[in-house]
């Protein structure tokens, strides 16, 4: 089993920055391709970003494509998103995501689904005034 913590989150104005972690427990997750997603109220949760294992191969969303960047650690079993020049639009809950085995490219040739990920945080909340 994975373990999936977020952290991060907070209200910034528009134009700011802020950084999320995903910190994972109960097996090292370095095997994993990981996966942020995003649900704002009364939306379907939306992909974000997916990363490979060895962090080498990433893929955005076209809404966040050169505003958010997203990297990992594999020694502290942590991902991280630095999203920058925020907007309104990204208030959502954001949360870190697993798929059910290592080794595969989830997320990264084409925009994953939700069911493509057996495990997930419990999100963090991000509020962007504008």
């Known amino acids: 089993q994975v373990q999936l913590v977020e952290s991060g989150g907070g209200l910034v104005q528009a134009g700011g920055s802020l950084r999320l972690s995903c910190a994972a427990s109960?097996?090292?997750?370095?095997?994993?391709?990981m996966g942020w997603f995003r649900q704002a109220p009364g939306k379907e949760r939306e992909f974000v970003v997916a990363i490979s294992w060895n962090g080498g191969s990433t893929n955005y969303a076209n809404s966040v494509k050169g505003r958010f960047t997203i990297s990992r650690d594999n020694a502290k079993n942590t991902v991280y998103l630095q999203m920058s020049s925020l907007k309104a639009e990204d208030t959502a809950i954001y949360l870190c995501?697993?798929?059910?085995?290592?080794?595969?490219?989830?997320?990264?040739?084409?925009?994953?689904?939700?069911?493509?990920?057996?495990?997930w945080g419990q999100g963090t909340q991000v509020t962007v005034s504008s």
């Open positions: 995501a697993a798929p059910g085995r290592p080794w595969a490219n989830v997320g990264l040739r084409s925009p994953p689904t939700a069911q493509d990920y057996a495990y």
């Open positions: 109960g097996r090292t997750v370095s095997g994993y391709a």
